[in-house]
């Protein structure tokens, strides 16, 4: 299993461009989540997907979609990019079996807007 | 509002000296708490999901507990390679999580 994968592992963007940050899991799990990380803080949970088809708002929404059309792929895109969305993107998944929930965490999107 | 506090941010130990980290927690309808190591430039990585008041989960020298207003992750005899940053998170009910700014443990040998 390659786990949870993202793509681009960097990006530069002019302010105002637009972008999707890829993610994609294969260990068919329902749960993916995509997650903000500013230096030394903890992360802001922007979208999560509970299944295909199925998206909800986190806490930091503004700014950016979630389509989830299958159970593997969890695209993030970002329109308008402003400078303020400079940060490090953290896609996960997590399975959940015998009550027991367990999260995966792809290596990161690390975005600078200019 | 959920919240999470972690307690100290920072923290330096020389090898094999136990210690303790703690994570602050209000929440409307916890569904679980996490616990996740996160290296510098690398992903979190998971450790612990406690889910009630009084669990207990170990994993080598780690031991993570819960009480209905905080979780502590005890550290014991830590080694160099133990220095990471430790993230407490809790998830609702709702299905959101919330995270602490985690707590950066050092360990010199």
């Known amino acids: 299993n390659a786990g949870v994968t993202q793509t681009p592992k960097f990006r530069i963007l002019k302010i105002g461009q637009s972008m999707t940050l890829q993610c994609a899991q294969d260990m068919n799990h329902n749960y993916m989540y995509w997650y903000r990380q500013d230096p030394g803080m903890g992360l802001k949970l922007i979208y999560y997907?509970?299944?295909?088809?199925?998206?909800d708002k986190g806490e930091v929404p503004n700014g950016y979609n979630v389509s989830r059309s299958t159970t593997e792929d969890f695209p993030l895109r970002l329109e308008l990019a402003a400078p303020s969305q400079t940060s490090v993107y953290f896609c996960?998944?997590?399975?959940?079996?015998?009550?027991?929930?367990?999260?995966?965490f792809g290596p990161g999107t690390r975005l600078l807007v200019l | 509002e959920d919240q999470v506090t972690q307690s100290p941010e920072a923290l330096r130990l020389q090898e094999g000296e136990s210690s303790s980290l703690n994570c602050s927690y209000t929440?409307?309808?916890?569904?679980?708490l996490f616990w996740y190591r996160q290296d510098p430039g690398k992903g979190p990585e998971f450790l612990f999901t406690l889910y009630s008041a009084g669990e207990e989960k170990e994993k080598e020298r780690l031991k993570a507990t819960l009480t209905k207003k905080e979780s502590f992750l005890h550290i014991t005899a830590p080694k160099p390679e133990d220095s990471a940053t430790y993230l407490c998170a809790v998830r609702t009910n709702a299905g959101k999580s919330t995270f602490g700014d985690g707590t950066t443990l050092t360990v010199k040998p």
């Open positions: 996960a998944s997590s399975s959940i079996a015998g009550g027991e929930e367990t999260q995966y």
């Open positions: 929440v409307s309808g916890l569904r679980g």
């Open positions: 997907s509970v299944g295909a088809g199925i998206t």
